[in-house]
């Protein structure tokens, strides 16, 4: 196959866009299978211009590609997007690349050999593809509809995959979230409702601690790359400080105030130090924390809340009980305005204290000086920092937004990522909590969380448990393992290896692979290589031809990159609100389609396209096209462009899609975001609704009920209704594995879908272990120097190794080692000699994933020089 480097791309694009030839041809085609119309033999030097978005990286920034003849030959940011305001990251440069790749899949593809080995393949025409799948899909479904899972790695049209596609068919779903961000989520969702992480207010916050995040080298809280550090340079420029925490400095060294360079995995005692701090030194909002939040409510010995029935019939609920101090008595939550935080009190002949007392009472163990001996920073450096931050909160401030008074605390939280870790959710709990304490929660200045205040419907769902005896499905949702349970699709494969195990009867038949790698992208590729086996039938949706798919798929059917319709797509950098789409700037190349297309196609043939319950009239739902002019007929099928072309019109913008694919449009931009979207304290109803969970007294009821149902000690030890430490499991392998592995994201990359784009390998070119140089001589191991890197797992003894290269790093603590994780794949040409993968030696399961059923991505390893060949 024929491998191009950026220098040979730049030097001749045409003949690379117009005329490569792959050496397999019979697998991989060659650009032989473009349309007349795409053909340089007609090519007239007409020059054109279209709006479209960024398809490479996660936060679909705006794009203007310039063309000649119909061939994109340039992207350029868009400057009416709020995102990127024109500019564009490298990836974004680079993926014109990608687009015309020679090495994508260029039709569809079917295996002619037995799985489990690199396979070997057949070209197909899209019926015959089409109906192989649907044929597999159909007869389990005529069974068990969820017995046919769909996973996603990348979805930039939910409506119609995630929702349509998925609904329509039945089918059970997977996400990558266990792998991303997804227990921060959890936590936040059950804490305080969003769906999201955490972020300061960029605007107004003069105090921010970067929480693990990669500032100039990621995105942050639900974006890509170029929006959140642009605000943080703005803030910058105001005069913003930055406390950065993290083991390595990363990118952060020009824009921290303070590094502390925290030991991998002990966050959660930083944050209850913070806590402990704050109490002590009283930058307390006693206001928020007793209206805003379940702190005051009074917590009996059982760690349940006592409550009370306020009302009768089907309006009866139960409320919590505060301590009214003028009346000397319990009453009911939101009858007093000030109830007592702290104290113990009697109530039924039982002792009681509100969770904010029992929150006190647990951190006074947790000081700064505790701290320092499980992190391995400065007591003193933590101190200050706790200090800085309360005294930065301005408790009873307020500022004027936009007309609006509204609370002034301008101190906040950046974290995303780092999020997954063994103690992930209590770890973010805690976090929240130290925001919450301030009172900088939803405050001008202060801690975000999502975008808006539109509360989750995990919200709810988190009030009360139940979990229930096996049988359960294959995603143990309900289950004694994991009450909260995002979906992790390697527990999924840890069930198929092993049904009995966890009390699972029926298992997958069918996977649809959605742009998503399971054996090169996700942890612990073992079990996926074993359960991968058990499948009946596997498709696979990609333009390119994964490691995952080498080894297991059916049929791979070829899905187009940028050059297809996605959306509707937000546009808002948090201050504006905006949507744009994704425009096909040219046609497909080769046999490729949209996967709008594909899905409809699919659909179709199995019976699902049309009528009330079909794939279109989901589309209608999502979209909210029902009951409007622009509702699709639900007995034809559509054109993509007329889709969104309806979309847009229901919208009230005249132009329909021509205004997205107008140059000098391409984003509609509603206008600035109100305070009451951003700011929770003014929205209607205040925070969307919700009641912050301080004490998360169904945690611990859901650790009660995992106790009864049997579960072992290492699924229900992180239900506790407060966030409280304990030791790391990983911290039990032998002392010889005396490093923590921690990997990252690099600028040039977007996870592994970009390590074969040449103009980004050739900026970043491969795998390497950043070590500490003291480290490293007293291990005999020089700059440059080959080494293995082993992975021991603590609860089954299990090792891994990789080789690769080591760096001298200064930034990063000494016990601490560091990989880069867009490395390890092996079918795609431009890979060779890139490295391995840090996923290749973590683990997944029990002690290697929070109670969430999302991945850690810590291990403790051992160095050597040399490889261990």
């Not at 950046?414 to 709990?429: D, I, K, N, P, S």
């Not at 959605?514 to 499948?535: R, T």
């Not at 990609?542 to 798919?549: I, K």
Request: hydrophobic fraction near 40%; proline fraction near 6%.
């Amino acid at each position: 196959m024929l491998k191009v480097n950026r220098r040979k791309f730049v030097k001749g694009s045409t003949t690379v866009a117009g005329g490569a030839v792959v050496a397999d041809k019979f697998l991989f085609g060659s650009l032989s299978g473009v349309t007349a119309a795409q053909s340089p033999e007609v090519a007239t030097g007409v020059e054109d211009f279209v709006a479209t978005t960024c398809w490479i990286g996660k936060q679909d920034c705006g794009m203007i590609a310039r063309r000649i003849d119909g061939r994109v030959v340039k992207f350029e940011g868009n400057p009416t997007n709020p995102r990127n305001v024109g500019t564009l990251c490298p990836k974004g440069q680079a993926q014109i690349q990608a687009l015309y790749d020679p090495n994508r899949v260029k039709w569809p593809l079917v295996r002619t050999n037995e799985k489990g080995v690199s396979g070997q393949w057949r070209r197909a025409s899209w019926d015959e593809a089409l109906d192989m799948v649907a044929d597999a899909v159909s007869e389990v479904r005529a069974r068990n509809p969820k017995l046919v899972l769909w996973q996603k790695g990348r979805s930039k049209a939910k409506d119609f995959y995630d929702d349509a596609f998925v609904k329509s068919i039945g089918s059970s779903k997977l996400g990558h979230g266990a792998f991303c961000s997804d227990v921060g989520y959890r936590a936040l969702e059950y804490t305080l409702g969003t769906h999201a992480v955490l972020h300061p207010d960029f605007r107004y916050c003069n105090y921010m601690l970067s929480w693990g995040w990669n500032i100039t080298n990621a995105g942050g809280n639900k974006f890509c790359w170029l929006t959140w550090p642009r605000h943080m340079v703005k803030a910058r420029e105001r005069g913003m400080k930055i406390a950065h925490l993290d083991p390595r400095l990363r990118s952060a060294g020009p824009f921290a105030d303070t590094w502390l360079p925290i030991r991998p995995g002990t966050d959660l005692a930083m944050a209850l130090a913070i806590c402990h701090e704050l109490i002590e030194l009283g930058h307390l909002d006693r206001p928020y924390l007793s209206t805003h939040t379940n702190a005051a409510m009074l917590v009996k010995p059982d760690g349940m809340i006592a409550k009370v029935t306020v009302g009768e019939g089907e309006e009866a609920t139960e409320v919590g009980l505060v301590w009214d101090e003028e009346s000397g008595t319990a009453v009911p939550f939101g009858e007093v305005e000030n109830p007592a935080l702290e104290g113990e009190f009697e109530v039924d002949g039982e002792t009681v204290k509100p969770g904010f007392q029992l929150f006190k009472e647990q951190v006074e163990q947790n000081t700064p000086e505790w701290a320092a001996g499980v992190t391995g920073l400065d007591a003193a450096e933590i101190a200050k920092v706790a200090r800085e931050f309360g005294e930065n909160a301005q408790i009873g401030s307020t500022i004027v937004v936009d007309g609006v008074e509204v609370p002034y605390r301008p101190v906040g939280i950046m974290a995303y990522h780092m999020a997954q870790q063994e103690l992930g959710f209590q770890t973010l709990r805690a976090m929240t909590m130290v925001s919450m304490l301030v009172g900088a929660i939803g405050a001008a200045g202060g801690q975000l969380s999502d975008f808006t205040w539109k509360i989750h419907k995990n919200y709810a769902k988190f009030e009360k448990f139940t979990v229930e005896d096996p049988p359960y499905d294959f995603v143990l949702n309900n289950s004694k393992y994991f009450p909260i349970n995002t979906g992790h699709p390697g527990m999924v494969a840890k069930v198929m290896n092993d049904p009995e195990r966890y009390g699972v009867e029926e298992l997958p038949e069918v996977a649809i692979l959605h742009m998503v790698n399971p054996l090169n992208s996700f942890p612990s590729q073992k079990e996926y290589l074993e359960s991968y086996h058990k499948f009946k039938f596997v498709a696979v949706v990609s333009p390119w031809l994964s490691e995952t798919a080498d080894y297991f798929a059916d049929v791979v059917l070829p899905a187009a990159t940028i050059e297809k319709y996605e959306g509707p797509i937000s546009a808002t950098d948090q201050y504006v609100d905006a949507k744009t789409l994704r425009i096909p700037p040219m046609e497909p190349l080769f046999e490729s389609k949209g996967e709008i297309d594909i899905y409809m196609d699919l659909c179709e043939k199995i019976g699902v396209l049309f009528g009330d319950e079909g794939y279109i009239s989901v589309v209608n739902k999502e979209l909210k096209l029902v009951d409007t002019e622009f509702a699709l007929p639900l007995d034809e099928k559509p054109v993509v462009r007329d889709i969104f072309d309806r979309w847009s019109r229901a919208q009230g913008i005249e132009e329909g899609i021509e205004f997205f694919e107008d140059p000098d449009n391409g984003t509609w931009v509603k206008g600035p975001v109100s305070p009451d979207k951003i700011y929770g304290y003014v929205a209607d109803p205040p925070f969307g609704g919700a009641l912050h969970r301080f004490y998360g007294e169904s945690l611990l009821d859901a650790q009660n009920q995992m106790k009864e149902k049997g579960a072992e000690e290492i699924y229900w030890q992180d239900y506790v209704a407060l966030p409280a430490w304990r030791d790391m499991i990983m911290d039990s392998s032998p002392s010889e594995y005396e490093f923590y592995l921690i990997s990252y994201h690099q600028i040039e990359h977007k996870q592994a879908r970009t390590s074969f784009v040449p103009m980004l390998a050739e900026l970043a070119p491969g795998a390497r272990l950043d070590i500490n140089p003291e480290s490293a001589r007293r291990l005999g191991i020089g700059d440059g120097d080959t080494v293995t890197v082993e992975s021991q797992n603590a609860v089954t003894g299990e090792t891994r190794s990789l080789v690769t290269e080591a760096t001298y790093c200064e930034a990063i603590r000494p016990d601490s080692v560091a990989m880069p994780h867009h490395f390890g794949m092996w079918t795609h040409p431009q890979n060779e000699g890139q490295g391995a993968s840090a996923n290749e030696i973590y683990f997944m399961g029990e002690g290697y994933m929070t109670n969430t059923a999302d991945q850690t991505f810590h291990v403790k390893v051992k160095v050597t020089k040399g490889s261990e060949a």
